[in-house]
């Protein structure tokens, strides 16, 4: 199957094809530094994560810009309420951003432009609107004429006819649905920060910046723009409009958009005391591998219901890979094989065809982690009754290492790998008395499985015969 996305431009899944070929321009709408990035937010930037790894895996080379809004009227507010400089205020929440990415085993992009640093491209930009004739200037700011580009409207579905005449936006952000020119440039005001330009002293609109600073990085067109459900208008609106009235060329050729995340089935709202930032949820100790799990677990485009029940779910799963990996790890060292597996790895194959085939399908990352627990699920039944040998064992690290490329949560690439711990001693002593079960079972030396039932007990391990194979867990 050929790469699909569903483009948010077309309403449709679209086979995918780069502007040019083995290499993708991303931009990635990235955080508004005025506080610390909540979960909703997070649940963004993993889904981008795993669409440039995929892209990766898929051996494409990405160039990903993620924008840092530093400027806007949130930040300048913040600052004035706790009367620092705009730089000293925004730079704490710069910085927490960048450990929050680290910490959640997010790949840094290639480039993080501030818009602070971007005002000559911005006020380039907006020189080429005004001598085109799609902004003007009122009462010393610049407006964005949205009537004067007859293709608004094609992202989000917004009724241009519902605009009335002469309403102009000069925050940053507006109600859904409320159409406005909205402001490109603004006048500068006593007490907030404002440069001093060829257009006038002032300070850019929040829309021109991502135009602005997408265009200098990956060109007039690129490949893919992201971003939560939430930015389709007005901003993604506003920035096709602004760009492609600026260049006269196709800005963005797919754009990708994430559901939000609700918590409890509800909106994400301070006042509603739900409002979690990944500093809450670490705080409470939870583990950045199994929050990375939950955020990427659902598909981009339905919406994520956050609540405990299902991070406790999701730490239950990474466990249970861990485990895996810890029991593939000490079986390498037994040195007792069986022959070689076929049926294993025939299993191998097709658990890469299906991965793959389901990532391709607009990243069913649902559908991509079903087919790699049917093989830890196949691997298991292997291991409890000694059937297979090294080189299956190796043949499974080697596909769980290739996915780890893609999810970066199984713990192959090092963020998350722990040193050996005494638990980590545990837990592989329980795994020899196991085996030292099964051999016993096997060998109709019940009475001596079942002492060795007691004495996993007695530590705290409750063992469940299946068809699959014995399965373990701590009381």
Not at 139 to 163: C, T
Not at 379 to 392: D, Q
Not at 421 to 440: G, M, N, P, S, W
Request: hydrophobic share 35%; proline share 2%.
């Amino acid at each position: 199957m050929a790469l699909r996305f569903y483009n948010t431009l077309g309403k449709k899944k679209e086979g995918f094809t780069p502007l040019e070929k083995g290499k993708v321009g991303l931009y990635t709408c990235g955080p508004t530094v005025y506080d610390y990035a909540h979960l909703g937010n997070f649940r963004a930037y993993v889904f981008e994560d795993l669409l440039r790894r995929y892209l990766e895996y898929k051996g494409y080379r990405v160039t990903q810009v993620m924008n840092i809004t530093d400027v806007d009227d949130k930040t300048i507010k913040g600052a004035k309420e706790k009367g620092v400089a705009l730089a000293q205020y925004t730079k704490k929440y710069e910085d927490a951003f960048f450990e929050d990415i680290k910490t959640l085993n997010i790949k840094k992009a290639n480039y993080y432009p501030k818009a602070t640093g971007h005002i000559q491209e911005m006020v380039n930009l907006i020189k080429r609107l005004l001598e085109k004739n799609y902004a003007y200037t009122k009462d010393g700011s610049i407006y964005f004429s949205v009537k004067k580009f007859p293709a608004y409207g094609k992202l989000s579905g917004v009724d241009l006819s519902q605009m009335k005449e002469g309403e102009r936006a000069d925050f940053d952000e507006y109600q859904k649905e409320d159409i406005k020119d909205f402001c490109l440039w603004k006048k500068a005001k006593e007490g907030e920060p404002s440069w001093e330009t060829e257009i006038g002293q002032g300070r850019p609109g929040w829309h021109i910046e991502c135009s602005a600073m997408s265009m200098k990085y990956l060109g007039e067109s690129f490949d893919l723009h992201t971003g939560g459900a939430d930015n389709i208008f007005p901003h993604h609106e506003n920035e096709i409009a602004q760009s492609q009235a600026a260049t006269g060329k196709q800005f963005v050729k797919f754009w990708l958009h994430c559901a939000y995340l609700l918590v409890n089935n509800e909106k994400m709202a301070k006042s509603k005391g739900n409002f979690y930032t990944l500093r809450d949820l670490l705080e409470k100790g939870y583990s950045p591998i199994t929050i990375r799990y939950l955020l990427l677990s659902t598909h981009y485009r339905a919406p994520l219901n956050f609540n405990f029940e299902g991070l406790a779910q999701g730490r239950a799963t990474v466990d249970r890979i861990g485990d895996f990996y810890s029991r593939l790890n000490w079986m390498t060292k037994q040195g007792k094989f069986k022959g070689y597996n076929r049926i294993l790895s025939d299993k191998v194959t097709k658990t890469k065809k299906d991965f793959e085939e389901s990532l391709d399908d607009d990243l069913n990352i649902s559908a991509a982690l079903a087919s790699l627990f049917g093989l830890i699920k196949e691997t298991n039944i292997a291991l409890e009754g000694r059937n297979l040998n090294k080189k299956n064992i190796d043949e499974v690290l080697q596909t769980l290492k290739e996915f780890d490329k893609v999810l970066g949560f199984l713990g192959f690439e090092g963020v998350y790998r722990r040193k050996k711990t005494k638990e980590d001693e545990e837990t592989l002593e329980i795994f020899k008395l196991i085996a030292q079960r099964d051999e016993a079972r096997r060998k109709k030396e019940f009475k001596k499985a079942d002492e060795i039932r007691k004495k996993l007990l007695k530590k705290g391990i409750v063992l469940e015969d299946t068809k699959e194979g014995v399965r373990w867990k701590r009381k």
